[in-house]
């Protein structure tokens, strides 16, 4: 291939990833800018996008309409790494329009991308800097989450819904899948957070770094070196 085509390549290769960020710039700000009683996540967009800037491989469990991935997709966009990897688990596959906009942005940053249709509780751990879960709302479903893949996360775990009201309430089962939970985990207590905490006292490896109670919560949590 002639120099000339090459840059022609480089060049429309730039801009097809120009005009990805633009949308992907574009719907961020449009949901971040709504009201939580509108869009449960939008106040905590801008703390995905600031991890997953210093991340190269990111895996959000529980993506529903996939708002929350735009937050996660534009920091990798941003992280300056040539290892950009997005994978997302759910029970079932988002909107279709959504999805196909996802998978092209993907396409157009060079970000590996994959999509799993499961309950995560029944997939091997995958290896990722950045975890971030927003599933089912209960103590027992998060602690077994955090056992299960803390393991393999390097950095960042980070938490949805962490206050009012699932922070210490569990959310009713809209799955219609009963999971199957260890003898170990107490079935009397309730709620996100105090999972949060019982996984802390449990990992001396791992820290809180973050806590914010708007917009139903968020926490991160770090990795520390023993």
């Known amino acids: 291939m002639s120099l000339l085509l090459l840059c022609l390549e480089a060049s429309k290769q730039t801009n097809q990833e120009i005009l990805a960020q633009q949308e992907i710039l574009k719907s961020y700000q449009s949901y971040s800018l709504l009201d939580p009683k509108e869009c449960d996540i939008c106040e905590h967009l801008k703390h995905l996008r600031r991890l997953a800037k210093d991340s190269e491989t990111v895996v959000e469990l529980g993506t529903r309409d996939m708002v929350s991935t735009l937050g996660l997709l534009l920091g990798l966009t941003e992280n300056g790494k040539a290892i950009k990897k997005y994978c997302g688990v759910d029970l079932k596959y988002p909107p279709q329009g959504t999805f196909r906009k996802v998978t ?13 249709v499961a309950n995560d509780l029944e997939i091997e751990p995958i290896n990722c800097d950045l975890l971030f879960i927003d599933t089912l709302h209960t103590y027992q479903h998060l602690t077994v989450e955090l056992e299960k893949f803390s393991s393999k996360v390097k950095k960042y775990i980070a938490m949805h819904d962490t206050d009012l009201p699932w922070g210490w309430a569990d959310e009713p089962n809209y799955t219609n899948i ?47 070196e023993l």
Do not use: M
């Open 104 to 116: 092209r942005w993907c396409k157009s940053f060079e970000i590996d991308f994959e999509f799993i």
């Open 178 to 224: 009963e999971s199957c939970y260890p003898d170990w985990i107490n079935p009397l207590k309730k709620g996100l957070y105090p999972a949060v905490e019982d996984f802390l006292a449990r990992h001396p490896d791992w820290v809180k770094a973050e806590q914010y109670t708007n917009c139903y919560g968020f926490t991160v949590l770090k990795r520390v």
